[in-house]
């Protein structure tokens, strides 16, 4: 289906290959580059003054920023209220570890309980605009729940593939929403195989991660969040659970077109990304590290933080670029340390977050032992989801 752009607020332009930039129409259905079979990015004209007025401040959701959100007709627009989602300060455990400031963004508080919320929004409101029947994705959870919920609202098929493991919760909620759910022995890398055998006809639109241009679009609003949320400032580090690392590129992509725009003072400095992984699949570390060329023969096991179990992340060399351009680093963290960064933000601060929140608190704190960073420095938690959902892995775990 070929879109026409006209009467529309987004300034979307064209997408180009993420490797080497060649130019492809925004305005037919695309899914991976042709020229180098990776992620395509949107891009935006931005040669036009763009003032911060244009946000729409009666919009309580991610959908405020649209003149920067690839959506061209408000009727194509499924939504369920994504986005938003609180900044908090976290004053006892800062107190506790002597930090000037602490915050967290709690992308719990998401529909469907996950920060997944908004890129399936956003992916599954272009499949609608694109004319596409229905849409299926492999998942480690998350990611399955909310494409069952925006799928069931937009009128589409879904279909879900997520391994055998994922605990039940997560199955269930799609099965509510109308969903198919297969389940498959292994990793999401089993699911992301069997996704490309059922679909082998392309009758589907496949929302794996990176692998259509619009999840991440949805996600680069917790960047456009952050900064309106801290009055136009950023933080010094961000540490951002990363497993396909779609939201670890999208908020930078947030912040590189804010600095464009002349949204953020040019003396704003942007922060230092950190990616977290579990010990348990830690690709992007290995091949960070140089323990290998890149991630495609990776060998992950299964964590509680099942969003991190992705051993061959689509968005590998994204990911290495943000974390190049923003003096960045990535840290990897052990199951134990998951649940004690689970039970310290339980306790002290009242938030029951999911154990790749609890990850991002305790690389914190490995971090701040090592030097890496700061006692004064501004450091923003994210947590990707609530930690309700994971009760199969995590219970009778609370005391340690």
């Not at 209220?81 to 609180?86: A, D, N, R």
């Not at 609608?128 to 849409?135: F, R």
């Not at 060399?317 to 840290?331: A, F, I, K, Y």
């Amino acid at each position: 289906m070929k879109l026409v752009a006209s009467e529309s607020l987004s300034r979307l332009a064209a997408l180009h290959c993420s490797a080497c930039g060649t130019e492809y129409s925004a305005f037919d259905l695309q899914r991976v580059s042709a020229c180098c079979q990776v992620p395509l990015v949107a891009d935006y004209d931005l040669r036009e003054p763009l003032s911060r007025a244009v946000i729409d401040q009666a919009d309580t959701s991610m959908w405020r920023y649209g003149a920067l959100l690839p959506l061209l007709h408000e009727e194509n627009k499924v939504t369920l209220g994504e986005g938003l989602t609180p900044l908090l300060r976290l004053p006892r455990l800062a107190a506790r570890h002597e930090l000037a400031h602490l915050l967290l963004k709690d992308e719990g508080q998401n529909p469907t309980g996950s920060f997944k919320a908004r890129g399936l929004s956003m992916a599954v409101s272009k499949a609608k605009e694109l004319g596409v029947d229905g849409c299926i994705i492999p998942t480690a959870g998350n990611a399955g729940v909310a494409l069952a919920a925006y799928c069931a609202r937009a009128g589409l098929r879904a279909v879900v593939v997520m391994p055998r493991h994922t605990p039940q919760a997560f199955q269930e909620e799609c099965l509510w929403y109308g969903a198919e759910v297969e389940l498959v022995d292994g990793l999401i890398s089993d699911c992301g195989a069997r996704v490309r055998q059922r679909n082998a006809d392309g009758a589907l639109l496949d929302i794996s991660t990176l692998k259509e241009p619009y999840r991440l679009e949805g996600k680069k609003t917790m960047g456009y969040e952050i900064a309106e949320q801290l009055n136009w400032t950023l933080p010094d580090v961000l540490l951002y659970p990363a497993g396909g690392g779609t939201g670890l590129i999208g908020i930078w992509k947030a912040f590189q077109e804010m600095k464009q725009l002349g949204w953020l003072a040019p003396d704003v400095k942007l922060p230092r990304m950190v990616a977290v992984q579990a010990e348990n699949c830690c690709p992007l570390l290995e091949t960070y590290e140089g323990r290998q060329p890149n991630c495609h023969a990776y060998q992950g096991r299964a964590t509680l933080a099942n969003g991190l179990a992705v051993p061959h992340p689509l968005g590998e060399n994204m990911m290495l670029r943000v974390l190049h351009e923003s003096n960045g680093t990535v840290v990897s963290v052990s199951e134990e340390g998951m649940l004690a960064g689970m039970r310290d933000l339980g306790h002290q601060e009242g938030l029951f977050v999911a154990p790749e929140g609890g990850a991002v608190w305790t690389a914190a704190l490995q971090l701040l032992a090592s030097g890496e960073i700061q006692p004064d420095e501004k450091i923003l938690l994210l947590n990707t989801g609530n930690g309700q959902k994971y009760m199969d892995n995590v219970a009778g775990r609370a005391r340690g």
